[in-house]
Nanobody, 121 residues
Framework: EVQLQASGGGLVQAGGSLRFSCAAS????????IGWFRQAPGKEREGISC???????YYADSVKGRFTISSDNAKKTVYLQMINLKPEDTAVYYC???????????????WGQGTLVTVSS
């Protein structure tokens, strides 16, 4: 069974840092891209970062320079390090799976459970 277990959310002040983990199981980890998405209240889910099966990394403009995605194949875990967090980063964050490549953040699934980040000003 394919499973993605996301963790690392919480409450943080503006300017603070958090690190997400997305632990994977039930599939050949090295063959898949894992993306991070977020959904703010009243908004659609958006892709913010992705690491492809060949370890290329991608970032949305809104997080570029502040978020860093990385992968530990031995642990089958993808991380998202977030620094300089802003109130507009407040959202529920999800990790999702896609075969091989990130594409344009389309056709991802299944998903890990969401983890809430609240950034206070």
């Amino acid at each position: 069974e394919v499973q993605l277990q996301a963790s690392g959310g919480g409450l943080v002040q503006a300017g603070g840092s958090l690190r997400f983990s997305c632990a994977a199981s039930g599939f050949t980890f090295e063959n898949y891209a894992i993306g991070w998405f977020r959904q703010a209240p009243g908004k659609e889910r958006e892709g913010i970062s992705c690491i492809s099966s060949d370890l290329r990394t991608y970032y949305a403009d809104s997080v570029k320079g502040r978020f860093t995605i990385s992968s530990d194949n031995a642990k089958k875990t993808v991380y998202l390090q977030m620094i300089n967090l802003k109130p507009e980063d407040t959202a529920v964050y999800y990790c999702g799976l896609r075969y091989m490549f990130c594409g344009d953040y389309g056709n991802f699934g299944p998903w890990g459970q969401g983890t809430l980040v609240t950034v206070s000003s």
